[in-house]
């Protein structure tokens, strides 16, 4: 069974029916049909899709930019839900939410109230946590 596919080349969009029959790519535009070859490494792209479940998220938590920590909102063992605030950063005199990356217990705290920290610096570990929810 043939793949429609919309393309633009330099512009103008084409309708192409893709084809493949015993690694021969057979390219339909206009009612013209051309042949198509493709060296091995690029005869299949890979899957931008996963297999096998879902991607593990890290609970490290860190920032991408220096700042100072203004207030730690969570304690070690505390529980937190993916998305929950667990501290505020002072950068570029801006106050920035640092969130949860995952659902799970804070098992470290590597930061306090008033510190200045580097980027990409650990400020807290979050031990994931799959059964905790909203």
């Keep these: ?3 429609r ?4 080349i330099d512009g103008e969009t084409f309708l192409v029916e893709l084809e493949e029959a015993n690694g021969t790519w057979k390219a339909t535009v206009e009612g013209r049909t051309y042949t198509v070859e493709m060296p091995a490494a690029a005869a299949q792209a890979p899957s931008r899709r ?5 991607r593990k998220k890290s609970g490290t938590v860190t920032t991408t930019i220096p700042g100072k920590v ?3 909102e969570v304690t070690e063992g505390e529980v937190v839900v993916e998305g ?3 501290l505020i950063l002072e950068a570029m005199k801006m106050q920035n939410e640092v969130l949860a990356p995952v659902s799970g217990i804070v098992i470290n705290v590597n930061c306090e109230d008033g ?10 570990i979050i031990e994931p946590n799959e059964e905790v929810s909203e």
């Design 1 to 3: 069974m043939a793949e």
């Design 5 to 8: 596919h919309e393309i633009i």
């Design 50 to 54: 996963r297999v096998g479940g879902k």
């Design 70 to 72: 203004v207030t730690v």
């Design 84 to 86: 929950d605030v667990v």
């Design 115 to 124: 510190q200045n920290v580097q980027a990409n610096t650990t400020l807290m």
